[in-house]
């Protein structure tokens, strides 16, 4: 058995190396037939085809408002589009140009005289022959320059001969050649480039798609424009994308191309839209062009049809910002009629939930006038972060709070209202002698003398009638510290580029300064830090982080309901102030007396105010620095207006800003305003929440129906 079993395994060794050895004899004779039959039919293929990805664009995403209302959309556009290969030459651009002109119509007005010379030159080569004489190209050639160095040459002498004469040979039928050919040539290799996105006919879409077939390298498409839906309403820091024909900005080209953009791609350019365009741009479609060794493209695949932006959902109700814009503009007009006011040309307001930092609105009307020296109102949100300007009187709830946190106050602190006499300077005062007043009336009746006061004792100074006074310097940074806690002179931390820090005034050896500083007539703010301070005392101590944008969600492409949540921005507190919340509280009754009791600055506006608010005006002396230039440094005043509501729990607070309001006597436009926005939020709160309860109503199976709209928080 031993002896059978030692037989049978060298026989079946050599069955299995027998069949190895036909299969290894099968691939070396498959190979060679691939290789020496086939190898250059197969060799000739692979030189002959080439594989080249390419990325085309896809729809920005939108932008909503807090209540999901559409504030930017994307309107789609019939299109014809060019992509050139590597080795398209101006002559076959020439012939399609002259084919498209047959079915399209291009405006005319981007030609260019070097268009118009290439053309006549590509046109009329005899002629253009005869521009650069024998003897000349051949004294070129004695230059020892290379064949491309001396068609160069040539082709440089041959432009600068032509004369205007020549150009007018080209007839209106050439010149509407020219403009499609413009486009052709604009493009880069292998890239779309848009001929014609804007007023394509139908007809236009319909007659180039039946004829592609002699239009090599064109296609019908759908391309995208961005619109504003609300118009100029809050456009400034919605921001605005380059053109198809801008593409990406020069400055930046490098980063776009290194995230997979094309030259010629539509980008932000400027706030909302270029801050957030790598979520609203989107991922590009990926086209497969395969062409051959020469360049021309034999065959197109796609490879992924890409993906609409993401959508932002921003903290703004675009319903209030409208409505406020239009107060705004309302009432620089009935102040310009009074005729008082010949520097007044803006005005800004914004309002925020303090309790989360969601800005509600930031608003800015600014009035130019225009080529034809008529009065516009254009948009200028942006400047509630870009301009700051001096408060006055709106900032004296931060100095008195300073006053409490470095003891030279206390709770119920009485304090003489009289002019103070000091050295070499004009007579200090409030706009009437107070009598001894704490600082709750110091607040209510807007008070100078008793933050003069206040900041004497913080700068360690001992007032003196007639005698110089002593301060120390470091005061100034004492009270600026402070300040800051509330953001003021400080970015307010909001999610846009280009917010300024205000301006500090420099000279910290005048004591005078100091007193002024108190009163919110040295350093200067901007509007968003004064909502913010304001916020931070309505909220009891929080200053919270401002916001724009709520939310980042998927793209819905059913147009109707917005995408899943991508992130949701949760509210920030960027500090708590280091204070008592006694103190807080007694500033905040100050506000609220300042709006609510007889004697307030704002009494006579907001007493009849059902939704109990609180405040704090505030006039401020400045020096004219718009853009009349020959009223440079007149002196004018700044109308200024914080405040909240409701005092006891509140859920809106907003700063008013009226800079050059008045060269006189001051006609209450700061405080209009501050009230008819605060009219306006509570009056469209109320038809939301009426809304609300109607479509809330019970169903036919006895449930209710619920509904997308969202509460405003507080």
């Known amino acids: 058995m031993k002896k ?31 290789q020496i039959v086939y190898g250059e039919q197969y060799r000739k293929e692979v030189e002959r085809t080439e594989n080249v990805t390419v990325s085309t664009p896809v729809p920005r995403g939108k932008i909503y408002d807090r209540y999901n209302r559409v504030i930017v959309d994307n309107v789609p556009l019939n299109a014809i589009t060019y992509t050139r290969t590597k080795t398209t030459t101006p002559e076959d651009t020439l012939k399609i140009a002259e084919r498209l002109a047959q079915y399209i119509d291009k405006p005319v007005d981007k030609i260019t005289e070097r268009d118009m010379k290439d053309y006549w030159i590509l046109t009329r080569k005899e002629k253009a022959e005869k521009k650069v004489s024998e003897a000349e190209k051949n004294a070129l050639k004695k230059k020892g320059l290379s064949d491309k160095e001396l068609d160069k040459k040539i082709y440089e002498l041959t432009l600068e001969r032509i ?60 391309d995208w424009e961005r619109r504003y839906v609300y118009g100029n309403t809050f456009r400034s820091v919605l921001g605005s994308v380059t053109s198809d024909e801008d593409g990406v900005p020069r400055e930046r080209l490098d980063y776009f191309l290194a995230r997979d953009y094309s030259r010629n791609d539509r ?15 989107g991922k590009k479609a990926k086209v497969r062009n395969i062409t051959d060794k020469s360049g021309n493209i034999i065959d197109t695949e796609n490879v992924y049809a890409g993906e609409p932006g993401k959508d932002l959902v921003l903290t703004i109700d675009i319903e209030l910002q409208k409505r406020v814009e239009q107060i705004i503009q309302e009432e620089l007009q009935a102040t310009k009629r009074k005729g008082r006011s010949p520097l007044l040309d803006r005005a800004f307001v914004v309002m925020m939930n303090p309790k989360t930092g969601e800005v509600l609105t930031m608003a800015g009307v600014l009035l130019q006038k225009d080529g034809s020296g008529k009065a516009k109102f254009v948009d200028y949100s942006i400047g509630n972060i870009t301009s700051a300007y001096a408060m006055g009187s709106a900032v004296k709830g931060a100095t008195v709070l300073t006053g409490f946190q470095t003891g030279v106050l206390h709770l119920n602190t009485y304090i003489k209202d009289e002019p103070l006499y000091i050295k070499d300077t004009k007579p200090k005062k409030s706009w009437k002698n107070m009598g001894l007043i704490n ?89 968003m830090q004064m909502a913010q301070y304001v916020s931070t005392i309505a ?127 001051s006609d209450g436009i700061n405080n209009r305003i501050g009230r008819r926005i605060l009219d306006t939020y509570f009056e469209l709160k109320a038809q939301r929440t009426s809304k609300t309860k109607n479509r809330s109503s019970v169903d036919t199976d006895g449930g209710t129906t619920s509904t997308n709209l969202k509460k405003v928080s507080g």
């Open 4 to 34: 059978k079993k030692r037989a049978q395994v060298p026989f079946r060794l050599n069955i299995l190396f027998f069949v190895v050895f036909l299969l290894f004899s099968a691939l070396i004779l498959r190979l060679g037939v691939v």
């Open 163 to 222: 004369t205007a004469d020549d150009l007018k040979e080209i007839t209106p039928k050439e010149m509407k050649v020219l403009a499609i050919k413009h486009e052709l040539d604009s493009g880069y290799a292998l890239t779309p480039q848009i001929v014609k996105n804007k007023n394509v006919t139908n007809q236009e879409y319909a007659v180039v798609s039946e004829h592609l077939e002699e239009l090599p390298g064109v296609d019908t498409t759908t």
């Open 267 to 281: 980008v932000g350019k400027s706030y909302l839209e270029a801050q957030y365009e790598d979520v609203l741009h």
């Open 439 to 527: 600082e709750l009336t110091a607040l209510k009746q807007s008070s100078n003398v008793y933050m003069f006061k206040t900041a004497i004792a913080i700068g360690g100074g001992i007032y003196r009638p007639n005698e110089p006074l002593d301060i120390n310097p470091k005061a100034f940074t004492t009270i600026r510290r402070y300040f800051s806690q509330f953001g003021l002179g400080v970015k307010t931390g909001i999610d846009l580029s280009n917010e300024i820090n205000g301006f500090q005034g420099q000279n910290t050896s005048q004591p005078g300064l100091l007193l002024d500083l108190a009163i919110g007539q040295y350093d200067m703010y901007t509007p």
């Open 539 to 665: 909220n009891g101590g929080y200053r919270m982080k401002p916001q724009i944008v709520k939310e980042i969600r998927e793209p819905n492409n059913n147009g109707k309901e917005l995408g899943p949540i991508i992130r949701d921005f949760e509210p920030i507190v960027l500090n708590r102030i280091d204070m008592k919340t006694e103190y807080i509280n007694r500033v905040k009754e100050g506000f609220r007396r300042v709006m609510q009791e007889s004697g307030g600055t704002a009494y006579s506006y907001f007493a009849s105010a059902s939704y109990k608010p609180a405040g704090k005006t505030g006039t401020a002396q400045a020096f004219y620095d718009g853009p009349i230039k020959s009223r440079q440094n007149e002196s004018t005043y700044n109308l200024t207006l914080v405040g909240y509501a409701p005092y006891d729990n509140p859920e809106v607070s907003f700063a008013v800003v009226v800079p050059w309001a008045t060269q006189g006597e």
